[in-house]
């Protein structure tokens, strides 16, 4: 099994920061690419920012300056740094990750996701 558990979600004020992490645990043989997705009331889930394994990195245009991701590989982790906050920005926020997990036998990932941490920034 594999799991990614998020956590540093809040409730902050317009301007303030929230650190996000993701680990991810069990049998991981390789983690290709891990990021973050939020999903704001009444709309579509979205890309917040991903990196991937050879270090590149994007970030959603509405979070561009403000956020930055970060990974840990020695500890299968990932980070949200999220500064400069909006009211926009609330959403339930998903860890995402690529992984291929021990027992697959092809160089083919498979999609992982966390349970979501809620960030509400009030205005």
């Known amino acids: 099994q594999v799991q990614l558990v998020e956590s540093g979600g809040g409730l902050v004020q317009a301007g303030d920061s929230l650190r996000l992490s993701c680990v991810a645990s069990?049998?991981?043989?390789?983690?290709?690419?891990m990021g973050w997705y939020r999903q704001a009331p009444g709309e579509q889930r979205e890309l917040v920012a991903r990196a991937m394994g050879d270090g590149s990195i994007t970030y959603a245009d509405s979070v561009t300056g403000r956020f930055t991701i970060s990974r840990n590989n020695a500890e299968n982790t990932v980070y949200l740094q999220m500064n400069s906050l909006k009211s926009e920005d609330t959403a339930v926020y998903y860890c995402?990750?690529?992984?291929?997990?021990?027992?697959?036998?092809?160089?083919?990932?498979?999609?992982?996701w966390g349970k979501g941490t809620l960030v509400t920034v009030s205005s």
């Open positions: 069990g049998n991981i043989f390789k983690i290709k690419k």
């Open positions: 995402h990750a690529e992984i291929i997990p021990s027992w697959s036998i092809g160089p083919d990932g498979q999609n992982y």
